[in-house]
């Protein structure tokens, strides 16, 4: 036999068997399987029965866990019974069988989530198919957008402080519906079920949506509520200074923290010498707080980003609020224009010391009948929103707030040194700043997947303060003048397009440009003086208006990749252009999610931020007169990547979070030492030098929403560090506003129906600092047609090394209750409290002086915060 026929003989019997015994359509199957993943069982057929199974992971779902008990049935049965309900096909292709997924006709369902009572848009409540077990959450104006099956028969509409809804959908074509929720009563338990998503479900990590009714319940600064105090007390914040309102982000300073008003910056964010925030609460709808984790969207900082959006006004009936508090009083009346269509809000708020004080203060500091004395602050929402159609929505929302303080004296002396002598002496102080932002705003559907939204705004920050001295003498020709003036001012007006894009569940994506025009006046000082006759007139930083325009563009994509692992890919980039020099920064931006064991979720993330303009801080007063500035070809943009990763968890009515991040900072600047911000130089950026800074730490969050008892108990482990050449020797030192450890206990307690208590404890350890390591007595000429001094001359402190010292660790237990009475429709709320109960002096500075017998320098710290009561009532109709 020839070896060609050989070979054919044997390909012939090799073949026959495998045709005899190939799988088909009647091969008899018996299999038993118990909650087994589909891949296993595949696996088991293509074992048994030689079936070769071809499949797409990354389209076909094979983690769905089946049970299957059969006894010799056909092979297309049991295929019809693994796959059919799973929405998975299958076909024959030689001797393979092809696994692909059906293509369900799909439709979308889109609207507007919204309070039933007032008509408010409400920002991020989860709208879910618990059959499909997917879902999505309403964007910043209140937009949703789900793609589903054409089947879908109901979704679950949910939002914390709501009554779930379960929203039946009869057709099957594209709708637009929108929601309205029904605020549940505050004595109820908010159901939460296993099937509605939870913190570890969402992507986005180092982010806190900060409740408004915990703000207004918490312990509250002389009657007045504040939202930056709440955001002050969560993991990662550092307060700053006893009393301050400011916050320091994760290391960060005040200029790197993003303070957007309805999408418009606000540069300075307290009154008061940083004692209040500029927000009045009772215009604030929502506060988004991100840490780290940033998205796309936001640009132009390095440490947070502060998100508040403003009420939009009753769409159906007029309300009001009017409250009396210790310091201040404030005002708010919202309502229907057009009922249904048009709709307004207004608020303001005020102080009154200097009506209560203005004689006292007048004797006190010996300012003459003639004298003055007033210190207030006030500042004033309104914002007016109109439906023009289903598709289209327009805002208009403006901001105006003012610190003013003036001290005036108008005395007249018969002796000057003990010797006879008449004159007059004239003297005015006065300081003012204060912020303005407005948006104009427009929201419109372009399908039902497609959401944009068009922004206008300008915003304005303004320091001035003045001053004069008068010497008259009465009877000789002898006079003495001095005044001076130092002003400071940045606005910027800037347009931006953002667009919602939710193809189907598994992706939702965001994207848009900016454009923004910055102006810069850095402080303008001039001085006067005339002693008789003789004049003289300096002005110092003569930079009479710098300007910078910045360009931005971004993308991200929230992206779902099987049940367990979600993506958040974005970039973000800007280009900054100043006379003579041009910066371009490419930011990207990525989160990370992945579902554990037991629904714990792990997290990870990395985000490249840069920021254009820089704050020049003035250390020796607690006033605004900081300086901004826009980078220059000497003083580059700051930049910072920071890596954070975390675990979370929601169990019934309990949600926590641990974090721990690392953030590096380039090109951050302090002054050179020696110098400061009344140097007499037009240019400011040859009085700094540019550095470097880390910050790193852990944080943990245990929160509880909902239900009678709320709160939330937080810890913060960090560390923050800078490091300038020929600044502490170059070495590395402790950031000013570093803080080792910081805990912080939120809790209210609501006892039926009128009494709420409230109470906060915070620990921190004590700040760093830099004392003096010697001194040396400074010698002074005496000034024509002044007293001599009462004091001995000054000292110039030697300094030593930079923030080698810590002043006292710091804390403090802050309670409040709270009684509501309801009659009819109007509701009188009495609030009362005490800061520092147990009266514990934490210290606001430290400084030296000298004992006036011993003549010894000592070190004296000096506490403004004793025991303090609140009280503030309150009418809403």
Request: glycine residues 8%; aromatic residues 12%; contains cysteine.
């Amino acid at each position: 036999m020839s070896l060609a026929r050989r070979l054919l003989l044997g390909l012939l019997f090799t073949w026959l068997p495998l045709q005899l015994f190939a799988w088909n359509w009647r091969t008899r199957v018996t299999l038993s399987v118990r909650d087994q993943p589909l891949s296993v069982v595949c696996d088991l057929l293509e074992k048994q029965y030689g079936i070769h199974f071809s499949y797409s992971r990354d389209v076909v779902d094979m983690r769905r866990r089946v049970t299957l008990n059969v006894q010799q049935q056909p092979l297309r049965r049991v295929m019809d019974m693994l796959f059919s309900d799973e929405g998975i096909q299958f076909k024959r292709i030689g001797e393979q069988l092809v696994l692909t997924v059906k293509q369900v006709p799909v439709r979308t369902i889109n609207g507007f989530v919204e309070d039933s009572r007032t008509g408010e848009k409400l920002i991020g409540a989860t709208i879910y198919s618990p059959k499909l077990q997917v879902g999505t959450i309403s964007n910043q104006y209140g937009f949703y957008s789900l793609t589903t099956e054409k089947d879908t028969l109901a979704l679950v509409i949910s939002y914390v402080g709501y009554e779930p809804q379960r929203l039946s959908l009869k057709d099957k074509e594209n709708r637009q519906v929108n929601i309205r929720l029904m605020p549940t009563n505050t004595l109820q338990e908010v159901e939460v079920t296993d099937n509605l998503p939870g913190l570890q479900e969402q992507t986005q990590m180092s982010k806190v949506n900060v409740a408004l009714s915990q703000v207004k319940t918490m312990p509250r600064m002389l009657g007045e509520a504040d939202v930056l105090r709440s955001i002050q007390a969560m993991p990662g914040i550092a307060g700053g200074m006893e009393g301050s309102s400011g916050i320091h982000v994760r290391g960060g300073s005040p200029d790197q923290n993003l303070i957007l008003l309805d999408g418009t910056p606000v540069y300075n964010s307290s009154h008061l010498f940083g004692i209040f925030s500029v927000f009045n609460p009772d215009m604030i709808k929502n506060v988004d707080l991100y840490k780290g984790a940033f998205p796309a969207r936001y640009g132009g900082r390095l440490s947070s980003v502060v998100d508040i959006s403003m009420k939009d006004g009753n769409m159906h009936s007029y309300h009001g609020e009017v409250s009396l508090g210790l310091l201040a009083s404030r005002a708010m009346i919202e309502g229907p224009i057009i009922k249904g269509k048009t709709s307004f809000i207004i608020t303001a708020r005020r102080t009154y010391v200097d009506l209560l004080m203005e004689d006292f203060a007048r004797n006190r500091l010996n300012l003459g009948e003639e004298g003055r004395f007033y210190a207030y602050f006030y500042d004033a929402n309104i914002k007016i929103n109109h439906i023009f159609s289903p598709r289209d929505r327009i805002f208009l929302s403006a901001y105006g707030g003012e610190d003013k303080a003036n001290i005036g004296r108008n005395m007249q002396f018969d002796s000057l040194n003990n010797e006879p002598k008449r004159y007059k002496e004239l003297m005015d102080f006065s300081l003012g700043w204060g912020n303005q932002a407005y948006a104009l705003r427009w929201n419109h559907i372009f399908s039902p997947r497609l959401f944009s939204n068009v922004t206008l705004n300008y915003s304005q920050f303004l320091f001035d303060t003045r001053y004069s001295y008068d010497y008259q003498a009465l009877d000789i020709q002898e006079t003495d003048y001095m005044a001076g003036k130092y002003y400071s001012m940045v606005e910027n007006t800037g347009a931006k397009m953002d667009f919602d894009y939710r193809p189907n569940p598994t992706h939702a994506m965001r994207f848009g440009a900016q454009l923004t025009f910055h102006g810069f006046r850095p402080g303008i000082a001039s001085f006067n003086n005339s002693t008789d006759g003789r004049q003289l007139t300096d002005t110092a930083y003569n930079d009479r208006r710098n300007r910078g325009t910045e360009l931005s563009l971004y993308m991200e994509d929230d992206w779902q990749i099987g049940d367990s692992v979600y993506m958040n890919l974005g970039v973000h980039s800007s280009a900054f252009l100043v006379p003579g020099n041009k910066y371009i920064s490419v930011q990207p931006r990525l989160g990370f999610r992945y579902l554990l064991p037991r629904k714990w979720a792990l997290k990870m993330s990395y985000t490249h931020m840069t920021q254009y303009i820089h704050l020049l801080s003035n250390n020796a007063t607690f006033l605004p007169t900081d300086l901004w500035v826009a980078a220059t070809d000497k003083v580059r943009p700051m930049h910072s990547k920071q890596v954070a990763i975390g675990l979370a968890k929601t169990y019934k009515k309990f949600e926590v979070s641990v974090e721990g991040y690392y953030k590096s900072m380039r090109n951050v600047i302090e002054y050179v030492e020696g110098s400061n911000f009344q140097a007499a130089d037009s240019r400011w950026d040859e009085n700094v030098i540019v550095g470097r800074g880390w910050s790193y730490g852990a944080e943990l969050l245990l929160q509880k929403k909902v239900g009678t008892f709320k709160g939330w108990i937080g810890y913060t482990l960090a560390r923050s560090e800078r490091a300038f050449p020929n600044v502490n020797q170059g070495r590395v030192f402790p950031y000013k506003y570093d803080r080792r450890h910081d805990v912080e206990v939120v809790l209210s307690q609501q006892l039926g129906k009128k009494w709420q208590l409230s109470a906060n404890w915070q620990f921190a350890t004590g700040l760093p600092l830099t004392l003096p390591v010697g001194s040396y007595e400074q010698v002074t000429e005496p000034t024509p047609h002044y007293p001599p001094p009462t004091e001995t001359p000054g000292e110039v402190d030697v300094v030593g090394d930079r923030n080698f010292l810590r002043m006292q660790n710091t804390h403090r237990l802050d309670i409040s209750a709270t009684h509501t009475k309801v009659r009819k429709n109007t509701a009188y709320i009495l609030t009362f409290g005490f800061m520092n109960v147990y009266n514990k002096l934490n210290p606001f500075f430290y400084y030296y002086s000298r004992n006036e017998q011993t003549r010894e320098r000592q070190l004296t710290m000096l506490s403004i915060l004793p025991v303090l009561p609140s009280i503030s009532y309150t009418i809403k109709f």
